[in-house]
């Protein structure tokens, strides 16, 4: 899997993205609306189903109905209806129109059955209960001899199979179609996401035709446009956000060299991960997005919208550079200027969290070298007190205390500020030998007192009374007056 997502500027509120967001509130009333009312109806329509005694009539006869016509459905249905899976069967059910045409012509329960003028009553409440079909109307259809209607070519764009499926594609229609829009004029840039809907619909219903399966979704449209904001910034170094498999990091590079990566992801990912998900169809977006803009630019050279980001920090752009040398350096193994250039890299950013974290990765391999014991003061220093950054800094406190020669070098204020974060992290055990530390080396700290209330009380709170006790006399001794020493007395 591979995501890319660009970082450059941010739409300006002076001239907005008005259709962008129009194609957004489309589709969410689309899916929200029909698609929504469609959904619950036809929940409750399977709840009567479920509950009647038509599953019993119907579905071991269309299972035997699979079996008798070899389907490759057949094993699976069998064993959902051993599983009484009754909603995963009927929607199979309804999918296949030869059965069900032989049902509505009573040929599968047929008169003779004792049960018929049930089954009779019970089929015809049922599909007076059936909403008009909404999402398989509009959709692309890719069954075997569907009737061809080039209509849902387009309306299948506008629909979605899932909230997370809407949701998704919208924020990437957002994140590439406003810098699109400002370039091309609402209009133009409205044609072409139409058109790029299209083209990656047609791929996707020669790809897929006779699979059995239903084609929805904006995602091909999205990726015309994704195709068309490569060709728009062309080698124009753009900051992205990536992920790579389990991999994800930043990147500035020039944009074009991202449509040859996401064609290449498209194929891979149809050829590898099956067709859960219309990956022809997004490679028919990026196709068609840049046909549509290469076209263009070939006829008027467009320039991207001007940047609307915040000033850029100066040290930005030598910041991306240590930070690719070291990825560099240390992909060749040369690791010693790997850890020049992450020193470097965090000499700028001293609260990047990443940039920390591999810093004292490498230095590990000096345990002794001023390196070492530098990136180790910089993360036990960083000021977010949530989860992710008090498990990095517990972590590396750890690590820091096996390996760093000739011993670990804490000042007392770095000692104080671990504790309280350890007693946050509930790592009780560290938390208290720090305390111990400071008592014994830095008596007349002045965050002692209130370092040891916070310990105590995170003791007491985790209910280890006992431990809480034993810091009862350096509480009376430093902070006399303090809850925390007044609930130990009362106890």
């Known amino acids: 899997m ?34 929504r009312s469609e959904e619950k109806a036809q929940e ?42 009754t909603g995963a069967l009927l929607d199979g059910m309804r999918s296949e129109t030869k059965f069900m045409a032989a049902l509505r012509a009573d040929k599968v329960v047929t008169p003779s059955n004792p049960q018929f003028a049930l089954w009779q009553d019970q089929r015809r409440e049922y599909d007076t209960l059936v909403p008009p079909a909404f999402t398989e109307h509009w959709a692309q259809d890719h069954r075997k001899d569907a009737e061809w209607r080039p209509v849902t070519l387009l309306t ?19 994140l590439f179609g406003f810098s699109v829009e400002l370039a091309l004029g609402r209009s133009l840039y409205l044609a072409f996401y139409l058109i790029g809907g299209i083209g990656a619909s047609a791929l996707a219903a020669w790809a897929y035709a006779g699979s059995g399966s239903y084609g929805l979704g904006a995602s091909g449209a999205v990726s015309a446009l994704m195709a068309m904001y490569a060709l728009l910034y062309r080698l124009r170094r753009i900051r992205f956000f990536y992920q790579l498999l389990f991999y994800f990091n930043y990147v500035t590079a020039p944009a074009l060299i991202l449509l040859p990566a996401w064609i290449a992801n498209e194929l891979l990912q149809h050829w590898l991960a099956g067709r859960g998900v219309a990956y022809m169809a997004h490679l028919g977006g990026l196709l068609t997005g840049a046909a549509l803009m290469g076209a263009r630019l070939a006829v008027r050279r467009l320039e991207p919208p001007p940047s609307t980001a915040a000033p850029v920090d100066p040290d930005a752009q030598a910041f991306e550079q240590h930070r690719e ?20 890299a965090a000499k ?17 391999l000096w345990p002794a070298g001023g390196d070492f014991h530098r990136a180790a003061h910089l993360i036990f220093r960083l000021e977010p007190q949530d989860l992710v950054t008090l498990e990095l800094q517990h972590a590396t406190y750890r690590s820091y205390l096996d390996i760093a020669k000739p011993g670990a070098r804490l000042k007392p204020d770095d000692m104080a500020r671990l504790a309280r974060r350890f007693t946050r992290a509930k790592a009780f055990e560290d938390a208290q030998k720090l305390c111990d530390a400071l008592v014994k080396t830095a008596p007349d700290h002045p965050g002692l007192g209130d370092t040891l209330s916070a310990c105590v009380n995170g003791l007491w709170q985790a209910g280890q009374r006992d431990q809480a006790m034993r810091w009862l006399p350096q509480l009376e001794k430093l902070a006399p007056r303090d809850m925390v020493t007044q609930m130990l007395q009362n106890a």
């Open 2 to 35: 591979f995501i890319a997502i660009p970082l450059e500027g941010r739409p300006t509120w002076h001239n907005p993205p008005w259709m962008t967001v129009l194609l957004i509130l489309v589709n969410m009333l689309v899916f929200w609306g029909p698609q």
């Open 44 to 85: 409750r329509a399977t709840h009567f189903y479920a509950s009647s005694e038509l599953p019993k009539l119907e579905l071991p006869a269309f299972v035997k109905w699979l079996e008798d016509t070899h389907s490759d459905k057949a094993a699976r249905a069998r064993r959902l209806l051993e599983h009484n899976a």
């Open 156 to 174: 299948s764009t506008f629909l979605h199979g899932s909230t997370g499926h809407l949701l998704g594609n919208m924020l990437f229609l957002f």
């Open 325 to 344: 040398k070291a990825q560099g350096y240390a992909a060749a193994m040369d690791f010693e200027k790997a850890c020049a250039q992450w020193r470097a």
């Open 348 to 364: 700028l950013r001293p609260r990047d969290e990443a940039t920390l974290r591999a810093y004292f990765q490498l230095a590990k």
